[in-house]
């Protein structure tokens, strides 16, 4: 896959919970190897772009597009076949499990030759604490180290495409800080990733470029270059 071909492509994607029309015409491309950041207000429709990438919404139409394969009508679980790896805002980590079973609980996507799957030592060099943590209990992790598992996790399914929703939210600096220099170290290892943040802050250094949305509608869209430009308008949309 080269360069600047494009890993996701979305186009007029309309997506509903039951009654309630969420996604109006979002349109928005990921190319092979960018960090690609959603902002917006808390119900700008942001989550719901991901959730409907993998599935999860109820009625969907338009286009959505991961490596040339079209999943507007794919079920979940062959969505995720395709290599991409999704981290809810809610991390589903499973309390009665230990760190480590956690780790290991995910199946690995396509055959083992292919795979691009971490191993647990691989994740250990990357999470140091999961380490030290690796025999206590979900419920003993604090939030920074359930964060930390939650993306350990789906690295070691293999998946190449990161869908990360909210993972600095209400983490102490420290953390938030060890979680950005993660991102760049997969990003310098080839991995696309499609960020959804409130923390501005956190997300300006690292994204390639930036779409905000608003109203379930994307009204942005720049460059890293072009942000500086862009601030006055993005402290009218996001008060940041």
């Known amino acids: 896959m080269g360069a600047a071909e494009n890993v996701v492509s979305i186009k007029e994607l309309n997506a509903w919970y039951g009654e309630s029309h969420i996604l109006h015409g979002v349109n928005l491309e990921v190319r092979n190897g960018e960090v690609v950041t959603l902002l917006g207000r808390n119900g700008a429709g942001r989550t719901t772009t991901l959730r409907a990438m993998m599935g999860l919404t109820g009625a969907r139409k338009g ?43 995910p199946p690995r996507l396509g055959k083992a030759e292919d795979s691009h799957a971490m191993s647990v030592e691989e994740i250990y060099a990357m999470f140091p604490n999961l380490r030290e943590r690796a025999k206590s209990p979900g419920t003993r992790l604090s939030g920074g180290e359930q964060q930390m598992l ?16 909210e993972i600095s939210e209400g983490l102490a600096p ?67």
């Open 63 to 105: 286009s959505i597009s991961v490596s040339g394969v079209e999943t507007i009508h794919l079920p979940s679980h062959r969505v995720a076949r395709l290599g991409i790896g999704y981290c809810p805002e809610e991390r589903g980590i499973f309390a009665s499990l230990t760190a480590e079973e956690n780790l290991m609980l």
């Open 150 to 165: 939650a993306v350990a996790r789906i690295l070691r399914t293999g998946a190449r495409l990161l869908l990360l929703d």
């Open 174 to 240: 420290v953390i938030v800080q060890k979680l950005g220099e993660v991102i760049r170290t997969l990003k310098q290892a080839g991995y696309t990733i499609l960020l959804v943040e409130q923390n501005f802050r956190f997300a300006a250094p690292l994204a390639d470029r930036f779409y905000v949305m608003e109203h379930g509608k994307v009204v942005l869209e720049f460059t890293q270059a072009e942000l500086p430009e862009h601030m006055n308008t993005l402290n009218e949309l996001l008060g940041v």
